[in-house]
């Protein structure tokens, strides 16, 4: 390597290590993408304003954690699930890749003039079903009416307290070189369940959005790893790609992905590949990426692939100490690639 | 998955770098083209670089369609853009294209109504939907694009549909390329013949490469093994003495291309004089437009664009990138002040873009230990 093109690398190195500074005159979809814009919004413009370093999924207070999430996605109904549903688990969720136990949720509905009670008692027993089905109550909350046109059709906001788990001791900055990266399924479907349910693409594929509760499969993790476990998180948007990237940043420290051992099925593989879109982006809403202390690593995916549901966990990939922040990706094909944050949005508002 | 997997065999791909490694000679360094921005692609994606010797350089050329648009020509599209009976429809990376004063994705946060679509059928569907408003397509790319805008607007004229609207920014390959060679500070073995362009004019358009210029070129597909062996094909060539049109790609590419979808480019579209290229300036019948039996869906003659040029940025070296004459990291901008979350050139925006793929998938020194 030539030493000019390294020390532009490094250049290009020192420069992203800087921390985001938001300076867009206007917000556009990219910052709600959860890439690169939205940890500029997040940490240039919220946290300096609110003195904290960065705003967690869920921060925690005095053995509680708390959380809130809003939900906007388009269409409101889609194969697998429903905004009600994902405004649930996604709470519910975040809750407890931090380690806390879900015990009730606050909603918040935003409803358009003209929305069918048909839909909306649809959406209101799906909330139900899923709080039940995650052991959560739903004990609090607010309705608010705009004018037509002014949302589609509804949207929701949860906010959810969890008790913390005695047996966690999580924290995005307490990865090591030599941990396991663990997934907890197949990744990919949400977002392409989404995608191909907008009718967008004359396109069709049996790919069902995969929201559910994770808390069984932390649950799981924590009896079977206990303190062995770094950090768990939760591949929303920007997919498992942004979490590992988000990780690698908080605790300085290098990742290599194994391309060939990530679990993905055959038909988001095909949907991916013709859309031209990368999995590893791809939104979910039932999988979770765990970091898991090396010596744990065989009895933490055994555990997670003990949980209904959970054949197709599989580890990915290691931490390594050098380049630090940086995601690696060794491809099937024998190349080697980074693999960074997403830029732009491909898939606008899949929850 | 069948048909996609077999091309991407890593046991395969090694013993292709073996053979290129006994092909070359140790003291020569040799600089080959890959013309298309999909390949560019490629080579990032799975590392191909990775298993090249280190005396054999793949130098990326111009084919990136969003690449090679004008900033004059992005503003003339956000002017038609933030006319408010237009629905404005473009490809995802167009909406980020830098023009002279924001991207179309900052004109949408103002208020103009850009949709992003798939297929310029996609398009049409929102004119038939929209009766009350007129939707304009952006058409952007080479010979691989045209004919599906072709066919739109052939399904529109026999639809009678009066509220869809092409602006037109389809280019074609073989001008720049002989730009390109015309240049002095260029010195190439050989090309890597755009794959997906060929499926459209066939091979036989690349045959002024070795005729006129003395240059070996090579029609490859897409997958990494398909560039492994197109980069072995050429360097043979080169040791055999060999310099003539070799088509790697035959299990898509016909000789003689696809004479119903040049029919139909020949009836939809017709020549300009000369088209801006970013980087590159005019270079004459290079770009294409409406010809007069499709005038009345012509945005250009619809909404009077204002016909803007704007000069690049000057810290901007898209056209050196674009031209090969320099790496995307000798850009003085490139990862600092241009970014693809904050592009300066059209070479980060589009994932075929030099720079974007470099940034994206190749911004780590290869002989840096991972530990």
Redesign the interface.
Known sequence: ?AT???Q??E??ER?RAKPPRFRD??????HGAG???TL?LIEGLLAPAFGIETLADAATLDGLALTTDSFVVKPLRFPGGSIGELAVNGTVNDLAVAGARPLALTLSLVLEEGLSAEELRAEVEAIARAAESAGVGVIAGDTKVVERGRCDGMYVTTTGLGRLDPRATLGPASLR?GDRLLVSGPIGEHGIAIMLARG??ELAAPVESDTHSLWPEVDALLDAAGDALRCIRDATRGGVASVLNELARASGV?M?VREAHVPVR?EV??AC?I??IDPMYVANEGVLVAAVAPDAAEVALAALRSVPGGAAAAEIGEV????PG?V?VE????????M?LL??D?LPRIC | ?RF?DEF???EL??ALAAEILATVEPGRHYKVMEVCGGHTHTI????????LPENVELVHGPGCPVCVIPMGRVDDGIAVALRPEVIFTCF?DMM?VPGGAGSL??A???GADVRM??SPL?ALRLARENPDREVVFLAVGFETTAPSTALTLMRAKAERIENFFVYCNHVTIVPPLRALLQSPDLRLDGFIGPGHVSTVVGARPFEFLPRDYGKPVVISGFE?LDLLQSVHMVLRQLADGRCEVENQYKRVVPYEGNPQALAVLAEVFELRPHFEWRGLGFISHSGLRLSERYAEFDAELRYHVPGVRVADPKACQCGEVLKGVI?P??CKV???ACT??RPIGTCMVS?EGACAAY?????????????
Do not use: C, H
């Open positions: 390597m000019r093109e390294q532009a690398l250049l290009i420069v005159t206007q917000i556009t979809m990219a890439g690169k814009a500029t070189p967008e693409f290098a290599i055959a593989t095909g590949e859309l031209g390594k100490t050098e380049p940086l690696l491809t099937g094909f024998g190349g080697r690639r980074v960074d830029v732009g491909p | 998955m996609v991407r065999d890593a791909g090694r990032y994606k799975y590392g191909v670089d990775d298993m995802g980020r994705l900052d949408k946060a103002e679509v798939y996609d990494p790496k990291w000798e490139f990862g600092t693809p979350e994932s940034y994206n998938y190749g911004r780590f020194a290869r002989e840096r230990a991972v530990v």
